[in-house]
Nanobody
């Protein structure tokens, strides 16, 4: 089992920055690709980004155009933590952000391939 705990969410104004953190416990952190999903009010959960086991590569998927250039994903395996740095936040970034872990390839991470989920942290961006 892997337990994932997100932190760093909150209420900010448009244009501000936030850094989300997700700390894992339970199994060897570097065995897992890590990722972030988000679910906006009234919408389905969507993939945001994923990072490879040792942090050498990231993938933003189909939603990449909406966040690429503003969001950066990184991880610190010594601290069992993955980070999502979010800059130039927009009201449409408002969502619950979920951390996810997968033992398979990071570039094919999706809701159906995630092995473990965090409980989420709420990000609210006001206009």
């Amino acid at each position: 089992q892997v337990q994932l705990v997100e932190s760093g969410g909150g209420l900010v104004q448009a244009g501000a920055s936030l850094r989300l953190s997700c700390t894992a416990s339970g199994r060897t952190f570097s065995n897992y690709a890590l990722g972030w999903f988000r679910q906006a009010p009234g919408k389905e959960r969507e993939f945001v980004a994923a990072i490879s086991r040792f942090g050498t590569s990231t993938y933003f998927g189909d939603s990449g155009d909406s966040v690429k250039g503003r969001f950066t994903l990184s991880r610190d395996n010594a601290k069992n933590t993955v980070y999502l740095q979010m800059n130039s936040l927009k009201p449409e970034d408002t969502a619950v952000y979920y951390c996810a872990a997968r033992s398979g390839p990071f570039a094919t991470m999706s809701q159906s391939t995630v092995d473990y989920w965090g409980k989420g942290t709420l990000v609210t961006v006001s206009s």
